[in-house]
C-alpha cells in the first residue's frame, strides 16, 4: 500500500476513534442514549475494533517497510545498481520502520540495523559520486 495513502487511513481512523471518545466521554448525550438499544456500547465495541485495526494496519506497514529495507540491502550486496528515486523511497520506508519501533518498543528491530547502516553509505557513497542509475 502507498505509504501516503497507508497514513491518510490511518489519520481517518484516528479522527473516528477521537470522535467516538468525546462522544463516549460526554455524559448528558448518553444518559438520553443508553435508553435506544444500547448504541453506547456498539459504539464503543465499534471505536476498540478501529483503534485495533489501526494498530494492525501500521504493523503491517511497519513490515512491509522492513521487507523493503532488507531486499534493497541484498540487492546491494549483490551490486544490482539503483535510481536515486528508488533510493529515496527507501530512506523513507526507513524512517516510517524506526519510526514505528520507536513507538512499540516490543517490536522485534534487530533485523534492519546492519541493513539500514548499508543503504545508507552506499548512498552517501553514490551521492558523492553521482553514480546512481
Known amino acids: 500500500m502507498d505509504p501516503v495513502v497507508s497514513q491518510l487511513i490511518g489519520m481517518l481512523i484516528t479522527g473516528f476513534v477521537s470522535i467516538a471518545v468525546a ?3 460526554s455524559g448528558g ?3 438520553r ?3 435506544k ?7 464503543e465495541k465499534v471505536a476498540k475494533q478501529t483503534e485495533s485495526l489501526s494498530k ?3 504493523e503491517n506497514e511497519a513490515r512491509r517497510a522492513r521487507r523493503q529495507i532488507l ?3 541484498d540487492e546491494l550486496t549483490q551490486q ?3 535510481s536515486k528515486d528508488y533510493f529515496d523511497d527507501v530512506l523513507a520506508d526507513i524512517d516510517v520502520y524506526d519510526k514505528y519501533c520507536k513507538n512499540n518498543p516490543d517490536f ?3 533485523r534492519t540495523l546492519i541493513a539500514e547502516k548499508n543503504i545508507k553509505q552506499n548512498y552517501e557513497i553514490r551521492l558523492q559520486k553521482n553514480d546512481f542509475l
Open 23 to 25: 462522544l463516549i466521554s
Open 29 to 31: 448525550f448518553w444518559s
Open 33 to 35: 442514549m443508553e435508553k
Open 37 to 43: 438499544n444500547g448504541i453506547k456500547d456498539s459504539i
Open 56 to 58: 494492525k494496519m501500521d
Open 71 to 73: 531486499r534493497f540491502s
Open 80 to 82: 544490482i545498481k539503483h
Open 108 to 110: 522485534p528491530n534487530n
